[in-house]
């Protein structure tokens, strides 16, 4: 419901602002041209919106200036265990040092996220698992979150559960690791951007 309100806000938005361009409104006509590139071609994970496990809209503008990992994550997968154990570590050792982790689930990989979101939040309890935490998505296909699309669209789809991206601060990617990289195997790279 949200994501089609949020589509029908910006099909009125543009045409406020083409009817606007079309009377020489020279600032909306820049300021429209400047949301059509960045809807066309985001540059970095800022230019992203996502909703999180309790169904609130995340502009990921807010983790600016924070190196982040980005992962697809999975309840019922062998990896599962000790990737968010890792991840916590992680999290426990940089978090005051800027590092965020967003953790996606997706059931596109042997049905093994099957759950809700009350279902996925219950079952990462048990690892404390204190990092932000998304609403289930498609990860591939033409289905695939926008921002997954971006992710994927340098080397290729994703694989399986817990294939793992470091962000720098500026947004970009700068590694990308698939599922069998543990957590902490990414350690020297995460201190190279801190």
């Known amino acids: 419901m949200l994501r089609m309100r949020v589509a029908l806000l ?3 938005l543009s045409g406020v602002l083409s009817e606007n361009c ?17 809807l066309k071609s985001p540059s970095s994970v800022y230019d992203f919106h ?5 169904g609130n809209d995340v502009d990921l503008n807010r983790y600016r200036g924070h190196v982040l990992i980005i992962v697809n994550v999975a309840s019922n997968c062998g990896l599962t265990d000790a990737n968010y154990k890792q991840l916590v570590q992680l999290y426990e050792k940089y978090g005051s040092s800027g590092l ?4 996606f689930p997706s059931n596109q990989f042997g049905g093994q996220e099957p759950g809700t ?10 690892y ?11 990860v591939n296909g033409n289905n695939a979150h926008p921002l997954w699309k971006w992710l994927t669209k340098q080397d290729g789809n994703i694989k399986w559960n ?9 947004g970009n990617i ?11 195997q990414m350690e020297p790279i995460l201190q190279e951007y801190l």
């Open 174 to 184: 700068v590694a990308r690791f698939p599922p069998n990289h543990e957590p902490l």
């Open 117 to 126: 979101s009350q279902d996925i939040l219950n079952f990462v309890k048990k």
């Open 128 to 138: 404390n698992v204190t990092f932000d935490m998304f609403e289930k998505v498609d």
């Open 100 to 103: 965020k982790i967003l953790a």
């Open 22 to 38: 079309e009377n020489s409104n020279s600032e909306l006509c820049a300021s429209k041209n400047a949301q059509e590139q960045s």
């Open 50 to 54: 996502a909703v999180d496990i309790h």
């Open 10 to 12: 910006l099909i009125f």
């Open 162 to 170: 817990f294939t793992k991206f470091i962000i720098n601060k500026e």
